[in-house]
Structure formats: C-alpha cells, structure tokens
C-alpha cells in the first residue's frame, strides 16, 4: 500500500495553466503505475489520464488531450500532471492513484489500489 498526497490545485482563470503533483510514500514508487482522476460536483469519478511504471506509455481522456500532461520522477516519488488552456469545464476536484503493476510499460483505466485525498482545481473568471 502507497500513500498519496496531491497539491497544486487552485483558482485559475479560462485558459490559464495549472500543474498538480502527487507524491507518493511508503511503497517502491517505481513499481506503480499511476493515474490522475476527477470528479466534478453531481457528477461521477471519471479518468483523466494514466501513465505507466517506466513513465514511457501514457494516456488521456479526449476531453484533456493535448491540453494536459501526465509525468512522472520516480527518483522523487511524485508525479505530475500539466494543466494549460484550462476551461470551466475542468472544474473538478482532481485524484491521483497507484496501482501495483507487474508490466513496466502497461497503463490502466480502472482498477487503481490505492487513491490520494484529492485537491480541487477551479476554473472561472
């Protein structure tokens, strides 16, 4: 089990840009894939973006595609998630997650084992 701590969110006007980290504790960092997920009020979690163990394979819901970006440093336990051209749309309170993986390369959609407290990112004039 892996603790995670996210930090970066905030207010930020239309278009803007923000960057989120997750940082990560207790576990092998190295050995998780790694995914971002949010949750907008009345509305359901939904994927945003995943990235594998190695950090070579990623992937993005296509409302984020090309606007945001998922990195990660596993020689600082943390990963990242690049946020430009923001809307209000992508007003939601944002979750990394980690999920044991065997593959170094494979990313996952769904099945995370363990999840951070979130932090909210607010988009609006």
């Known amino acids: 089990q892996v603790q995670l701590v996210e930090s970066g969110g905030g207010l930020v006007q239309p278009g803007g840009s923000l960057r989120l980290s997750c940082t990560a504790s207790?576990?092998?960092?190295?050995?998780?894939?790694m995914g971002w997920f949010r949750q907008a009020p009345g509305k359901e979690r939904e994927f945003t973006a995943a990235?594998?163990?190695?950090?070579?394979?990623?992937n993005y819901a296509d409302s984020v595609k090309g606007r945001f970006t998922i990195s990660r440093d596993n020689a600082k336990n943390t990963m990242y998630l690049q946020m430009s051209s923001l809307k209000p749309e992508d007003t939601a309170n944002y979750y990394c997650?980690?999920?044991?993986?065997?593959?170094?390369?494979?990313?996952?959609?769904?099945?995370?084992?363990?999840w951070g407290q979130g932090t909210q990112v607010t988009v609006s004039s």
């Open positions: 997650a980690a999920k044991t993986s065997l593959l170094s390369g494979a990313i996952y959609f769904y099945g995370y084992d363990d």
């Open positions: 207790g576990g092998t960092f190295s050995r998780y894939a």
């Open positions: 990235i594998s163990r190695n950090g070579g394979s990623t």
